[in-house]
């Protein structure tokens, strides 16, 4: 079950997780009073929530359904920076994955949780710390370089056999990333990116 509070990241999630023949995608919610109704009456193998869900937040519903025997395995997706991921496991988390990457590492995540594993990667500071063009996922990169050749998000998500949902999940990262507020200032900031590593070359 997954459970966010954004339409889209839900959306661009539930997608995934549908066509995923390892899953079966039990039922979705925006807040964790929807999960908790949910889970108290389907069985739940795996849950994904959000850190900050509206209005108990993740804290509280993995602290709240712990002591239930029936209670999914979770799997936090939040933003890596600062204290998060120990947050996530002194709550009883099983797993953390960073909003930032991939989303098939949240899926791997998953698989891994389900597994009976526990899953809390490493974050490299070192690495948060350099040109945010270097954060970007192989399929942000994709999406950017595709974006800057004045593809549209039909075009994109055609190119790329994605829905155009899943085009602005990713879109939606790339901003945050690179602190832009849409696609006309990302290309710009792509292509200085480009003149500043051909500079550097020289």
Known sequence: ????????????????????????????????EGFLGTVMRVPVQVGVVEWNLPALGGAKLIE???ENEAAPRFVVYGDAAGDLPRLAMQAG???FAPRSGEIEG???????????????????????QQDPIYSLSRKEKV????????????????SLQISTNTVKFHLSNIYEKLSVKNRAQAIVYYYSSQTAGMKDRD
């Open 143 to 158: 999406i950017l370089e595709a974006l800057s050749s004045g593809m549209s998000n039909r075009e994109l998500s055609k």
């Open 1 to 32: 079950m997954l459970a966010d509070s954004n339409p889209l990241v839900l959306s661009a999630m539930s997608e995934i997780f549908d066509k995923d023949t390892r899953f079966s995608l039990v039922a979705t919610s925006a807040t964790a």
């Open 106 to 128: 949240l899926v791997e995540t998953c698989v891994d949780v389900a597994a009976g594993k526990m899953v809390f990667p490493f974050i490299d500071v070192r690495q948060m």
């Open 93 to 95: 988390a099983a797993g």
């Open 64 to 66: 709240v359904l712990r």
